[in-house]
């Protein structure tokens, strides 16, 4: 600026000289004042243009100067990004000697700031890994930078443990020859996180081999188990009904204790066969049309001697606008009965109550709750009570018999069935299961 100050005073200065000049110039001959005044217009022009010139001389010294304070103001951010970043950052010559790091880099590799620059980044590869390390700076000299970009490799601090590390390195082009640009991070959590969760895999992996082996098992067993079964119950019901038998009282309880246990324990291998089908995922539903609320009248009717050796009531109530679904008959009927039997069983005064209806509000879901006036589940035990053998009372002399199966079979078929089940209850006070499923089931794929 001052030299731009210093030009212009200069230029003045000659003005005004060229103006004595040509004051002066009026006392000489004619000829020599018209060649004085032509010499004198040619120099005031130059002068015109030289004022010209400076001016756009100050101009781009003006946006020299305000370019120069927002370079300044760059490399100062630059400065602060670089030092403050999260990631350890650091910038070595083409032959990985450190020229500048971040905070972040020197806690990174235990060195304070002021002593990293200079080093080697060699130094923090542990030896057995440095000869590698060198042989991929040597190729990102050559050019290979693409499928050098990024890797991983442990790299040892001056104080602490060796830990994992994530590297991207960048080339950069300077006069001086090529910078290369590192980020590092430590990756060891990750690694720590992969390595746990590639060995959960496995588990899984082995969890899901041990189920599928359990399925097939109770599967076989189950079939093995059905026939002699059904045997033992053909000629129970055989000793009971031929009418050449003539067997005595005490002879007839027995026969009838044996057929009695014999259902149930075939009741016992047909739900165990079923729950082993849907953890296989070998239930299929053979879809039809059902008269839902039709349905629900016959399968209460089976279980009215139950109600009424209790003394319980049993009461019904559908308020569908449309009582016909797309669904499977006999696992619905499955899960009526096993419901309601749980609701008998459980229930020793009042009586249970059976509902249907649509969602409000959406004709084309359907609900089914059953509720019961029993003796309530703890809600400490809601949460698996469709577990399989999951039984609320677990004690050695428990009141109510029960393999646990019934609502892990019922929470598998309306899984199956695209719907949901959930219970509410109180202890002391009863129990409602709720069923909601839609109004037609999709086709399974």
Known sequence: MNTDKKLLQQIENVSSRLTQMHECAQDLPAHKVELMAEVLEEVNVSLEELKVAREELS??????????????????????????????????????????????????????????????????VPETQRRDFRLRINQLKIGELDRLR??????????????????????????????????LRDITRRKQVEAQLGQMHLENLRLQEITHIKSQFLSAISHELRTPMNAILGFSQLLLRHPHYSLEPKQVQMVER???????????????????RVDAGRMDLALEEVDVVDLVHKTTEE???LVIEKHLFLQIHTDLQN??????????????VNLLANAIKFTETGGVRIEVREVEGDLNRLVIEVKDTGIGIPQED???????FQQVDRSANRNYQSTGL??????????????????????????????ELPRRLSAQK
């Open 406 to 435: 019934g609502l892990a079979i019922c929470k598998s078929l309306v899984d199956l069935m695209q719907g949901t089940i959930r219970v509410t209850s109180q202890v002391g006070e009863g129990s409602t299961f709720r069923i």
């Open 59 to 124: 101009q781009q010294n003006e946006l020299l100067s305000v370019t120069k304070e927002q370079l300044e103001l760059e490399r100062q951010r630059y400065k602060e990004l670089f030092e403050f970043a999260p990631d350890a950052y650091l910038v070595t010559d083409e032959n990985g000697t450190i020229r500048e790091a971040n905070y972040t880099a020197a806690t990174l590799l235990g060195v304070s700031q002021r002593f990293l620059i200079g080093k080697p980044l060699s130094i923090f």
């Open 258 to 276: 044996i057929h009695d246990n014999g259902h149930n324990l075939l009741g016992l291998i047909n739900d165990i066969l079923d729950l082993s």
């Open 323 to 336: 009582p016909l679904i797309i669904n499977n008959r006999s696992r619905l009927r499955q899960i009526l």
């Open 382 to 388: 809601i949460e698996r009570i469709f577990e399989a």
């Open 303 to 305: 279980l009215q001697s």
């Open 150 to 183: 990024e890797w991983e490799l442990p790299m040892q601090p001056r104080k602490g443990d060796c830990f994992e590390a994530a590297i991207t390195v960048s080339a950069v082009s300077n006069p001086e020859g090529m910078n290369l640009r590192w980020m």
